[in-house]
């Protein structure tokens, strides 16, 4: 059970989870990505190609075993501001690959070097109701980051542990309704973080992958 070595926090019970995470990944890969999301229009028309990393931080033995670094965007910023997000943005001319959008990002928006994130693999795409395909990239880093923010963009930068998004007793449904229409969207809420909509959803879809196979 991927929870159980989640729980045990140890060296071997993490290497052995990545081993697993791994090769789901490249499965997922190989098979292309299947698009999935709540927003509005998800099911079709056209979407602006965009990236996000997934970024998991690898502590050490007896510590935190394996974190999701997240970003909290600033307030004033016109599209979802104040909400919890991963790194990430549209695609630009100059990008060869989802992954180099991703770590493009990345680097951009908290000072993390592409040569400090280990790319395992890819989660499904996620098209949003803002007309956006996301493709999300999953990475590994380790202590310690050096982070330096954009602080035009990012108002801060915090890690949670995996095993809470794993934990389907911290998994949350919402709806509203927006203009007439009924969204829903997922949540999974972290002290006194609320992790919420495409963020929520990328997380659910590793969430599946893990849990298909358990």
């Known amino acids: 059970m991927f929870m159980d070595a989640m729980r045990e926090n140890s060296d071997e019970a993490v290497g052995e989870f990545l081993s697993r ?10 098979e292309g990505s299947a698009a999935s999301g709540d927003g509005p229009g998800a099911g079709g028309g056209r979407h602006r190609p965009a990236a996000v990393l997934v970024p998991l931080v690898l502590h050490g033995d007896g510590e ?9 965007r600033t307030d004033h910023l016109h599209h979802h501001p104040g909400q919890i997000s991963f790194p990430g943005g549209g695609m630009e001319a100059g990008d060869v690959s989802a ?4 770590l493009r990002e990345t680097e951009e928006e908290i000072g993390l070097p592409p040569e400090r994130v280990e790319v395992i693999g890819r989660l499904p795409d996620y098209l949003t109701g803002t007309g956006f395909r996301v493709t999300p990239v999953v990475g590994l880093s380790r202590p310690p980051l050096a982070l330096r923010l954009d602080d035009f963009e990012v108002a801060e930068v915090f890690e949670v542990p995996l ?4 934990d389907p007793a911290r998994h949350q449904r919402y709806s509203l309704r927006v203009g007439g229409e009924l969204r829903h969207f997922h949540a999974m809420p972290y002290g006194d973080y609320f992790i919420w ?12 992958l893990l849990a298909a196979e358990d």
């Open 99 to 102: 992954e180099a959008a991703a």
């Open 197 to 208: 909509g495409a963020t929520a959803g990328m997380l659910m879809s590793l969430y599946r």
């Open 64 to 72: 935190d075993g394996l974190t999701v670094l997240l970003t909290r």
């Open 21 to 30: 995470l791994r090769r789901l990944l490249a499965r997922t890969g190989a």
């Open 163 to 166: 095993a809470h998004f794993l």
